[in-house]
C-alpha cells in the first residue's frame, strides 16, 4: 500500500471535495452548537472533521493560491484600467472612494425602510450614522473629482479639517446606538451561519482598515489620510454591531449586567479611539493650514 499516494491524496484533495467539506462542517458545528451536543460523542466527530476541512483549506490557501492569484494578476495587469489599478494607489483611493459612498448610501436606505417597517428609533441612529459618513465621503469625493491629489496641499488640508469635524459628530450617534443597546435591549441579530460570514466580513474590514491607515501616511496626502480614517471608524462601529449580533446568538448563558458591560466599555474604547483620530487630524491641519498661512504673508 502506497501510504505516501494516500496521504497526498488525502491532503491535496479535490476542489469540489473541498467546498463539500466546508458546507458539511459549517452545518454540523452550527447544530452542535445549536442543539447542545457539545459534550456527545458527536460533537468529538464534528471537531475532528472540522479540524481535517480546516487543515487541508489552509494547506490549499497556502500552497494553490499564491499561484493562481499570480495568473490572475498578470491578466489584470495585461488590461489598462486594471493595470491602472493595480499601480496607481491615488486612482484606487479615488475608486474605493466612490465605492464606499454607494455603499453608505445603501446602508441609509436600507435603515430608513427598516424604520418604517418596525417603528424602532435604533435604524433612526444608524441611518443618521450612516448619513454623517456619507457627507464625509462626499466631501472627499467631489474634492478628488475636481482635483489631483497631491496637487493642492492647503486644499486638502481644509477638506480634511472640515471632514474631521464632521467625524467627532458621530460620537452623539454612537452614544446614542450604545445606550439604546444597553437600556432598550436593542442590536442586530444575525441567525444560522449569517452571523459566521458577517463576523469574517466585520474583521476583514477592520484588518484592512488598519492596515490601510499605515501604509498610506507615506504618501502624506490629507484626503488619503482622511479617508482612511474614516473607513477606521466605519469598522470600528461594525465591531460593536457584530459585539450586539454575538449576544443575540450566543449570550444565553452570559448575565445581562457582563453583556452591558461589554457593550458599554467596547462602545466607549470605540468613542475615544474616533474622538482621537478626529481631534489629531484638527490640530494637526489646523497647525499646517497656520504655517502656510503665516508663510504667504510673511
Not at 458546507?23 to 456527545?40: E, N, R, Y
Not at 497631491?150 to 486644499?155: L, P
Not at 453583556?259 to 474616533?274: E, F, H, K, P, Y
Request: with cysteine.
Amino acid at each position: 500500500m502506497d501510504w505516501k499516494k494516500i496521504g497526498k491524496k488525502l491532503l491535496f484533495p479535490p476542489v469540489w471535495v473541498m467546498a463539500l467539506l466546508t458546507v458539511l462542517s459549517a452545518a454540523a458545528l452550527i447544530a452542535v452548537f445549536l442543539k447542545g451536543w457539545d459534550a456527545t460523542p458527536i460533537a468529538y466527530i464534528v471537531y475532528v472533521l472540522a479540524f481535517y476541512t480546516l487543515s487541508v483549506v489552509t494547506v490549499f490557501c497556502a500552497m494553490v493560491l499564491p499561484k493562481q492569484y499570480q495568473q490572475i494578476r498578470q491578466k489584470i495587469l495585461k488590461h489598462p484600467l486594471g493595470n491602472r489599478y493595480m499601480t496607481d494607489k491615488l486612482f484606487r483611493t479615488k475608486i474605493s472612494l466612490n465605492l464606499s459612498l454607494g455603499i453608505n448610501l445603501a446602508y441609509v436606505a436600507i435603515n430608513v425602510l427598516s424604520w418604517y417597517l418596525y417603528q424602532s428609533w435604533w435604524f433612526v441612529c444608524l441611518a443618521v450614522y450612516y448619513v454623517i459618513l456619507s457627507v464625509m465621503r462626499f466631501l472627499l469625493v467631489r474634492y478628488v473629482r475636481l482635483n489631483d491629489i497631491g496637487a493642492n496641499r492647503y486644499g486638502e488640508l481644509k477638506r480634511s479639517l472640515i471632514c474631521s469635524c464632521v467625524m467627532l459628530l458621530l460620537n452623539f450617534f454612537l452614544s446614542g446606538a450604545v445606550l439604546m443597546v444597553v437600556y432598550q435591549n436593542r442590536g442586530f441579530e444575525y441567525h444560522g451561519i449569517m452571523i459566521y460570514v458577517m463576523a469574517m466580513f466585520t474583521f476583514y474590514n477592520a484588518t484592512f482598515a488598519i492596515i490601510d491607515l499605515i501604509k498610506y501616511r507615506s504618501f502624506e496626502s490629507p484626503v488619503m489620510s482622511t479617508a482612511k480614517g474614516i473607513s477606521m471608524a466605519a469598522a470600528l462601529v461594525s465591531m460593536l454591531n457584530l459585539e450586539t449580533a454575538m449576544f443575540a446568538e450566543f449570550g444565553a448563558e452570559m448575565a445581562k449586567e457582563d453583556q452591558r458591560l461589554m457593550i458599554i466599555l467596547t462602545g466607549a474604547g470605540i468613542s475615544i479611539a474616533v474622538i482621537f483620530m478626529a481631534i489629531y487630524m484638527i490640530v494637526r491641519c489646523t497647525k499646517e493650514i497656520k504655517k502656510m498661512r503665516c508663510s504667504e504673508n510673511g
